[in-house]
């Protein structure tokens, strides 16, 4: 009940400053990770929870599940298939280079063999761009932007799943079963694509239809089928998430519309909640033995690996040099990464301790950049601010307002 009492009033101070964050550099998501680091055993102790805590990676795993899902009924086949160049070379050029990029430094400068060096490239591959709302969520940013970093991000986490694996098993010395893996990938996707599709079918009957006040549960029960679904059967869960919710937004998009800002409270909750527990469990005593390469890993990754292979990636693309470089900056590691550094914690792998370190200090640095600096990127691209958020005073109207990032 401490956990459950600190994370309420802390969602309740980041929901109060949620207006100060959507106008400067301030951002909720760095607020949380803060609170998290405060309230954990590195501060004043209220709270202790272990990185080979089950609870940690369950709720990590919801939490990625849930933007997934929800991102993708912002994406349906349309978009897809108007998108899917820039997104392609994303996807199948800038990712595998940020995997690259990402495992030379790790193996020159923080020590690690080829192969853990690798699987640390699969794990920071992976984008999360619920950090960057003040871009992905504002329909004033180019669309073509917003479809790029939103489509990459809700394919590359679940794409980057066989790469960690592969690269993990290398590293622990362990036989990989690349036919397994290719099977998780197709599962993940038959299931994102049947369980909707035949929802979808079953309420074109006469006798069923849900009424306008329910709607938004119908996504909702996917989602949780779709969910226990991926586990039951040892599908691609991620890729079942995005799957799941690009059907929906193609085959049932009144039912996305109604779904959408149920799902965009229901994302938040779940990204404060893993935030301020990863938040807590960033303790000097876990930092204090990295080393000054260790340290450069982080910053290689996020200033240089990140904006070259999206950069290269999209020389020929259609986008525009602002928006180019917007995509290029925004890569934001995050619930993905947290999962499969878990993942490797668990997995016994003898450097697992010293990947897991690597992987909290880029996501933490990561957070404190992109989530601070998509107000300035946004007026840069002479996207304006809301006008209607709350400067201080009575309660003003919300209609309209771009959720918090």
């Known amino acids: 009940m401490t956990l459950v009492l600190a994370f309420g009033v802390v969602m309740l101070v980041s929901v109060a400053l949620s207006g100060l964050a959507a106008r400067t550099v301030l951002s909720t998501a760095l607020m949380v990770l803060l609170a998290g680091a405060l309230l954990g055993h590195g501060g004043f102790s209220v709270v202790e929870i272990p990185s080979d805590s089950g609870f940690v990676s369950a709720l990590a795993d919801l939490a990625l599940f849930t933007v997934l899902f929800t991102d993708g009924q912002r994406a349906g086949l349309p978009a897809l298939r108007e998108g899917w160049r820039s997104s392609g070379k994303a996807l199948g050029i800038g990712m595998p280079l940020a995997m690259i990029g990402i495992a030379v430094p790790a193996h020159y400068l923080a020590g690690l063999d080829w192969a853990t060096a690798f699987l640390l490239g699969a794990i920071l591959s992976p984008t999360d761009p619920v950090f960057a709302s003040a871009i992905v969520g504002r329909e004033d940013v180019p669309l073509r932007l917003r479809r790029l ?3 990459e991000s809700g394919l590359n986490d679940g794409l980057a799943l066989p790469f960690v694996l592969l690269f993990l098993a290398t590293a622990s010395h362990e036989t990989a079963h690349p ?5 998780e990938l197709v599962l993940g996707l038959v299931l994102g694509v049947a369980v909707p599709g035949l929802v979808a079918l079953a309420l074109r009957l006469p006798l069923l239809g849900a ?3 329910l709607q938004a549960l119908g996504p909702l029960s996917v989602g949780i089928v779709v969910y226990a679904a991926a586990d039951l059967t040892h599908a691609n869960p991620y890729l079942a998430a995005f799957a799941a919710g690009s059907t929906i937004a193609t085959l049932t998009p009144t039912a996305a519309e109604r779904f959408e800002h149920f799902g965009d409270l229901l994302s938040e909750t779940t990204k404060f909640g893993a935030l301020l527990v990863f938040g807590a469990m ?15 890993v982080p910053v290689v990754a996020i200033l240089l690996v990140r904006p070259l292979s999206i950069a290269l990636s999209l020389l020929r693309s259609r986008l525009s040099k602002q928006e180019r470089a917007a995509a290029a900056w925004f890569g934001p590691k995050g619930f993905a990464s947290v999962v499969y550094g878990l993942l490797v914690v668990q997995s016994g792998l003898p450097e697992a301790s010293h990947v897991f370190d690597l992987v909290a200090v880029t ?3 990561s957070i404190v950049l992109h989530s601070s600096s998509d107000v300035p990127v946004a007026k840069a691209l002479r996207i304006e601010p809301p006008d209607n958020l709350p400067a201080g005073g009575p309660d003003k109207p919300d209609v309209g307002r771009t959720p918090p990032d």
Do not use: F, K, M, Y
């Open 211 to 213: 009424e306008p006040r």
């Open 179 to 183: 036919g397994e893996i290719a099977l």
């Open 149 to 151: 970093l939103n489509v």
């Open 282 to 296: 960033i303790t000097p005593e876990r930092l204090s033995h990295l080393s000054v390469g260790d340290w450069l």
């Open 363 to 365: 996501i933490a640095l």
